[in-house]
């Protein structure tokens, strides 16, 4: 199998070291900016190309991974879609839910597969967590932080860059979309080209969830908090924990909380696999999610 990896930026790079790992070596990587190369490392190994209109031609792949800014999407998804190639593209797919149902639409009319990666639906805690809500019922609240210093973006906005994870998460988790949404977009560092800043308030039919993030704050904090009516379940992503205290004994009390067991495998693996073995179909999750984050 032949990949085409377009954009080696941050995220490139993490899918690229992710894919040699997961022992896919045939890959060519498309990136614009050759100061992100580093030729000792990656130009001894792997074909570097400027264009991706070359993974077309006589270096024609069979998958392409896009992992360029948001604004660069829908052109370079569309190129690759109707040629009927599948394509895995970095979240979001675009910020107009129009522009990513249009992309879905040209994927079925030539028979390709589309793949967003929200990977938090590949997390084991996340997945955890989701047999547990099922078990036990919906929780009353949730309290998602996703907050740290940088990397700041210029293409998207702290909303769609970082609390676009949170929405993920939890309309995967609830199945269901929102009843009323709410966001507050600001800047922390008044110097922030975006807003590196976002409150977002989403009520479901029995859950209420606040979503804080921002790239311009002084630590990381991931911390989620889930109230049920006897206990709060804690998932602190960090240090890959999930905990669960009762009301009564152990109410933010994390180290009394009894920890919950959970699987290690990496999310970035179990994506790619689930890509490549065409097993996941989350358009209705991307149409949600975009929507969503569009009020």
């Given amino acids: 199998m032949k990949i085409g990896l377009i954009g080696l930026g941050y995220w490139g790079k993490i899918v690229l070291k992710n894919l040699a790992e997961l022992g896919f ?31 077309r031609g006589r270096r024609k792949c069979d998958k392409i991974f896009v992992l ?15 040629k009927g190639t599948d394509v895995f593209c970095e979240k979001p797919l ?25 990977i938090f639906t590949f997390n084991p805690a996340v997945n955890k967590i989701k047999s547990l809500i099922k078990e ?11 907050m740290n210093y940088g990397p700041a973006r210029n293409d998207v906005d702290a909303k769609w860059d970082l609390a676009s994870h949170d929405v993920s998460i939890v309309c995967y ?21 975006q807003n590196d800043s976002t409150v977002g308030v989403l009520s479901f039919e029995d859950t209420c969830v606040q979503i804080n ?37 152990d109410y933010a009390l994390f180290d009394n909380a009894d920890s919950i067991n959970i699987d290690n ?7 790619i696999h689930s890509f490549l073995n065409k097993e996941a179909r989350q358009e209705n999750l991307t149409l949600d999610v975009t ?3 569009e009020q």
């Fill in 136 to 146: 036990w019922g919906p929780p009353k609240n949730i309290t998602a932080n996703r």
């Fill in 25 to 55: 070596n045939d890959i060519i990587i498309c990136e614009q900016n050759y100061q992100n190369i580093d030729w000792a490392e990656i130009g001894s190994r792997y074909k570097v190309v400027k264009d991706y209109h070359h993974l």
């Fill in 291 to 293: 929507s969503i984050l």
């Fill in 213 to 249: 993030a921002s790239w311009s704050y002084g630590r990381k904090n991931r911390l989620y908090l889930f109230e049920f009516d006897d206990g709060i379940l804690y998932w602190d992503d960090t240090i890959k924990s999930v905990k669960y205290g009762s009301l009564i004994n």
């Fill in 94 to 118: 675009d910020i107009s839910s129009s522009a990513c149902r249009k992309l879905y639409e040209i994927a079925k009319e030539n028979k390709a597969s589309l793949f967003v990666d929200w």
């Fill in 68 to 82: 360029t800014p948001a604004t660069t999407h829908y052109d370079i998804c569309k190129f690759f879609l109707e």
């Fill in 173 to 193: 988790l609830l199945e269901e979309y929102p009843g009323t949404v709410e966001w507050l977009d600001f800047k922390r560092d008044k110097d922030s080209i």
């Fill in 265 to 271: 495998s990496s999310p970035l693996h179990n994506s």
